[in-house]
């Protein structure tokens, strides 16, 4: 049964830090694994999907890695800014690329200026 | 980008009252869902529906939880008979092959 956890649950940096994020997940045999960002009382953004065959993938000053052997990924944020401040949340498919997610429960950022 | 649109965002209604939650996934998406997301808790999954029925639901959408899909373009989330319960933020999502495109989610309110 996959589970996914996400520590800390809530995170407070000044502006201009870099910061990780951590998602932890017990079935190694994942095929993707996604980021998510959640702003208060909104939608979910995709902001990175890592496929198992990747390690890493970036976007801009976002960068997620994935290593399967540990059941862990990351969320790199680069020189983070108050416009970061949101939940992120991990998530991975129990099974196959489409199967249900299993959500983790979500690193509130806080960036303060 | 293409997006997944739900309507309406916020829904109000009584208890023991018939919802009907509307999305139109992305037009060459194959998979759809729908989860939820009750207020400081996990985003949970409730049903997925592929090539026009359900390919897995959860523990959650029991006999009071439907869905649709009535023509090429919407999804339906329908609610029988709403309990206090229910209140929560509804999500849609579809995908093709990989990765998942949420829409911004209908806030449902049971009073």
């Known amino acids: 049964k996959q589970e996914v956890t996400q520590i800390p649950a809530a995170l407070s940096v000044p502006e201009g830090e870099n910061l990780v994020l951590n998602c932890s997940f017990t079935?190694?045999?994942?095929?993707?694994l996604q980021w998510f960002r959640q702003d208060p009382g909104k939608g979910l953004t995709s902001l990175l999907l890592i496929q198992s065959s990747q390690r890493e993938q970036t976007s801009g000053r976002l960068n997620a890695s994935l290593d399967k052997s540990s059941g862990r990924s990351t969320l790199y944020i680069a020189a983070s800014q108050p416009g970061d401040s949101a939940t992120y949340l991990c998530?991975?498919?129990?099974?196959?690329?489409?199967?249900?997610?299993?959500f983790g429960q979500g690193t509130t950022l806080q960036v303060k200026p | 980008e293409p997006e997944v649109t739900q309507t309406p965002s916020h829904q109000v209604t009584q208890m023991g009252q018939e919802v009907i939650l509307h999305c139109v996934p992305i037009s060459n998406h194959l998979y759809f869902y729908w989860y939820r997301q009750i207020l400081g808790q996990k985003v949970e999954f409730l049903v997925s529906?592929?090539?026009?029925?359900?390919?897995?639901k959860s523990e959650i959408f029991d006999d009071q939880f439907s869905v649709e899909r009535p023509d090429g373009s919407n999804f339906t989330l329908k609610i029988r008979s709403t309990k206090l319960e229910d209140s929560a933020m509804y999500f849609c999502?579809?995908?093709?092959?990989?990765?998942?495109?949420f829409g911004s989610g209908t806030r449902l309110t049971v009073v």
């Open positions: 998530a991975a498919p129990i099974s196959g690329n489409t199967g249900k997610l299993i």
């Open positions: 079935d190694s045999a994942i095929y993707n």
């Open positions: 999502a579809s995908s093709f092959v990989y990765g998942y495109t």
């Open positions: 529906f592929y090539n026009n029925e359900i390919s897995e």
